[in-house]
């Protein structure tokens, strides 16, 4: 039976098998097998590396030549190197040409086209990136690796938020937004704008590796406006009012992600309270919660009474199906003594007047799958009274992560009838490893 005799829906099935050579030497085979395989050669687009520079040039030619090669475009990776000597590589005449009079054809404002126009003429890549978020109609993930201040990019995002003044609906389709970014240590100066991305109306899914910093603007953010489904923030010490800003602003929420994998030397930042008292607005529809604080550290600095975990409050949200966190993010206990450098008489080890719940009390009884990291054997005994409670039918799934520093025993044994239970042993560097930001995709996709 010929590929093309297939019902669309078969014949797409089949090609997503495919990586892009193979498509690619598909679309060589014939007219037929070409026109077959050019969809899916467009659906993913990122720059191109050419030897001696990143560039669009060729995938902006091609959809300005054959515009509707754009209507396959369903992720884009926008790579906005910074507007500096030997990141700009002069288009030919010819193509500056079908760029320039591809900008005069977009409503936006003078000043802008008139910035856009320029990065092209010298051939900056914020630029080619830019004009390419104005012409795929059909995009669905927008990916960004970060720089510092892409202007043009961060500008078309403001312009896509549903309370811009400026009538623009090229992103309009776009349901997940990614920043990929390595600058953890600095303050990234674009984190806010990039945030902006919350007011487009039809997103769905926003993930992040969020700089350390101290201070965050909370203005770009309103409440329930915002269409976020699911919220992945990865390597970040956020300042407490963002975040509430933040959470505030999803009319509804189903998926939470959070972790701090590295040591930030600024205050406030987040803990379990602090975390779960905000996501009380969604009890109703959170399914998924991961609140990873690099328990390995966080011991110190607070004050006797200051409660740190979830605690009962997490029982309230009787939907929730999955959850991963340290053992102090949910019950105040602390796997080991603070590390020598942050020893200090003045801050206790553990609160003196807040009292260590229950497990069986704190877990909502909707639980499929529990992950709990940074433990040591005091996790044991609340684990048994969960398993004789016999509350928490819907639970199929424990992971503990026990770490080796301050655990003992190798031999701790839950069982709970029904349950698949696993007990892993790590040191503080197969820790770090695990939940760094390059492997967090990784270890969700393990504890699922």
């Not at 099935?13 to 679309?27: A, G, K, Q, T, V």
């Not at 923030?233 to 509804?252: N, P, R």
């Not at 799934?397 to 701790?412: A, G, I, K, M, P």
Request: glycine residues 4%; hydrophobic residues 35%.
């Amino acid at each position: 039976m010929p590929l093309s005799t297939l019902p669309p829906a078969s014949l797409k099935s089949i090609l997503s098998f495919l990586d892009r050579p193979s498509l690619y030497n598909l679309s060589l085979v014939s007219k037929q097998f070409h026109n077959l395989a050019e969809p899916f050669l467009y659906t993913t687009v990122e720059p191109v590396y050419n030897g001696n520079e990143y560039t669009y040039k060729s995938f902006l030619r091609a959809i300005l030549n054959r515009p509707e090669l754009a209507r396959h475009v369903q992720a884009f990776r926008a790579f906005p190197q910074p507007d500096e000597e030997g990141w700009q590589f002069e288009p030919t005449v010819d193509d500056l040409k079908l760029f320039l009079e591809a900008t005069s054809k977009l409503k936006l404002p003078d000043e802008f086209i008139e910035k856009l126009n320029h990065g092209l003429t010298i051939g900056i890549l914020d630029a080619e990136s830019t004009l390419i978020l104005c012409l795929l109609p059909n995009l669905e993930t927008l990916i960004l690796d970060d720089v510092d201040e892409p202007e043009l990019t961060l500008t078309i995002l403001e312009y896509a938020s549903f309370d811009s003044e400026v009538d623009f609906s090229g992103l309009s389709n776009v349901k997940h937004f990614i920043t990929d970014t390595k600058d953890v240590d600095g303050g990234n100066s674009m984190t806010e704008q990039y945030s902006a991305a919350f007011n487009i109306a039809s997103l769905k899914t926003f993930k992040a590796n969020m700089p350390h910093r101290d201070y965050y603007q909370t203005n770009i953010f309103s409440p329930d406006t915002s269409s976020v489904e699911s919220i992945t923030l990865v390597q970040g010490a956020l300042c407490k009012e963002f975040y509430e800003a933040m959470i505030d602003s999803c009319k509804t929420l189903t998926t939470f992600h959070y972790s701090l994998t590295r040591i930030p030397f600024f205050e406030p930042h987040l803990t379990g309270n602090i975390i779960i008292t905000a996501l009380l607005k969604h009890k109703s529809t959170l399914e998924d919660l991961t609140i990873s604080l690099d328990e390995d550290w966080d011991r110190a600095y607070w004050d006797d009474d200051q409660i740190l975990h979830m605690g009962t409050t997490l029982a309230q949200f009787h939907n929730l199906k999955t959850l991963r966190t340290g053992m102090q993010s949910l019950l105040g206990i602390l796997h080991a003594q603070p590390d020598e450098n942050f020893r200090d008489e003045d801050y206790p080890l553990e609160p003196k007047n807040v009292p260590v719940p229950d497990l069986v009390d704190v877990l909502p009884e909707s639980l499929e799958r529990l992950t709990i990291l940074y433990a040591n054997a005091k996790i044991v005994p609340h684990l048994k009274k969960l398993a004789e409670a016999k509350r928490h039918g819907n639970l199929k799934n424990v992971y503990v992560s026990f770490c080796t520093e301050s655990t003992e025993e190798r031999d701790l044994d839950v069982h709970m009838e029904g349950v698949d239970v696993v007990f892993e042993y790590h040191n503080a560097q197969q820790r770090l490893e695990m939940m760094d930001c390059q492997n967090w995709d990784k270890f969700l996709e393990e504890h699922p």
